[in-house]
């Protein structure tokens, strides 16, 4: 690990604070906030990798898939604190299609220049795919069960059916951990070269704590500014959680999953890309909605058509793109062409 090359960036923390206690300028707290929790995440995934090799393949493997969205998680339990529910969801899906459209298009587009054709494990890329599909599913039936409801409203029906949702998604999302990291490992096993980690665990356990209450301290700045520097900003909430609180939360994951593809080490890129996705969809939003529980805002698993239509046709394009286990250039074109086909359309919604 390479802390060093994050430091740079950290600067932006202390300015976020002189301008959230002192100045008062809520343009500048929520940019700088924004910025100093890149680095922070990519600290997170920093330490977090290194305990990973200390644990070994399997414990490693489930450490990385529970702190791989550990900063998301973070920003997202202080906006629901803060009421800004509708934020929350629409960080969530755009999540889901920046690393599925996003990440993976442009790990594919530069892969596929350096390297004309590219091959990747296309059982892995299958697994994910479909539970991404179960994913579609657990967002979609909610939002059904709204809209036909009488009058519009579930009631209590309502949060007793997202809660279901959470609980079978979380528990399906643990058999696909099982099933890859223990009972068939062996279809997943990817020749990597033997890496050692560079710190010891006590510190890389220091490092990630300290970096997570870092975290926590700049989300809370951040949200604190959201509103008036929207309103400074002439940007809405939905473009706000759709693409800026993706893009802050995963930049630095975002950066590995190219490093990789043009190293040509596409599985690694893949299980960063959509294997993010699964964890978000599988994972952190239903952990979200457990969590809200017992807060005064509780989160349900209604989103909106909008939003479900973006999930579903970004995990159908990656999931044709994933049969056949090989990729080029074009298919990170298309997939870029994609995102920005979205989010053209989120940044002039104003809200659903």
Known sequence: MHPKRYWLLLVLAPVS???????????????AAAAAIIPLAGIIGSSTDQLAMHAGPRIGGLLTATFGNVTELIVAIFLILDGELEIVKASLIGSIIGNLLLVLGLSLLLGGIRHSEQRFNARAAGVHASSLALAVVGLLMPTLFVLLAEGGHGGVQREVV????????????????????????????????EEH???????????????????????????????????????????????????????????????????????????????????IALFVAPVLVLLSLATTHRMDFVFNPFEIAAVGLSTFIVALISLD??????????????????????????GL
Do not use: C
């Open 162 to 193: 997202s809660v279901v949702v959470a609980l079978v998604l979380i528990a399906l999302y643990g058999a696909a951990l099982a099933f890859m990291l223990i009972t068939h490992e062996h279809l997943f096993r990817t020749p990597t070269e």
């Open 197 to 279: 980690p560079d710190i010891t665990v006590r510190a890389a356990v220091t490092i990630l704590v300290a970096a997570t209450v870092l975290v926590a301290l700049e989300s809370e700045i951040l949200v604190g500014a959201l509103e008036p520097a929207l309103a400074d900003l002439g940007l809405s909430k939905f473009f706000v959680g759709l693409i800026l609180v993706p893009i802050i939360g995963n930049a630095a994951e975002h950066g590995s999953a190219v490093f990789f593809a043009m190293r040509n080490k596409l599985d690694i890129t893949l299980e960063i890309a959509i294997g993010s996705s699964t964890q």
């Open 17 to 31: 604070w002189l301008s959230d206690f002192v100045l008062h300028v809520e343009v500048l707290t929520f940019a």
């Open 325 to 350: 286990g090989r990729s080029n250039w074009l298919e990170g074109a298309q997939l870029l062409g994609s995102y920005v086909i979205m989010a053209a359309s989120f940044f002039f919604v104003k």
